[in-house]
């Protein structure tokens, strides 16, 4: 059976009122049949003298182990987009290495990684 993709509008105004960084990064979360499970963003934080940058798939990972997505669901999907100001649209993104790793590791069905 074939992935069904959420509609990105759902949750447009959410990733556009959480996200303080200039170049916005969403990673959301769904079941096979196109089920929102959860959103985030990545954000600065200011940290030791400095900011510092959390990327959305951590920030993900950390809300689906909190609500224990992956025992609940049986597949769970992820998707990163990246907000293109010159289409002002949504686009596709790919994860960086570290966070699909991280993705990987954690149980993420890896069609979607």
Known sequence: MPVKFPDVCLFKEKIEKDCNVTTKLAACAFTRNGHVIAVDTNRTCLGDKRRRTYHAEAFLLKKL????????????????????????????????????????????DRKSV
């Open 65 to 108: 182990h909190k609500i224990k997505a992956f025992d609940r669901y049986r597949k769970v999907c992820v998707i990163v987009l990246k907000w293109r100001p010159s289409f002002q649209d949504w686009n596709m993104a790919r994860p960086c290495e570290n966070c699909e790793r991280l993705l990987r590791n954690s149980g993420v």
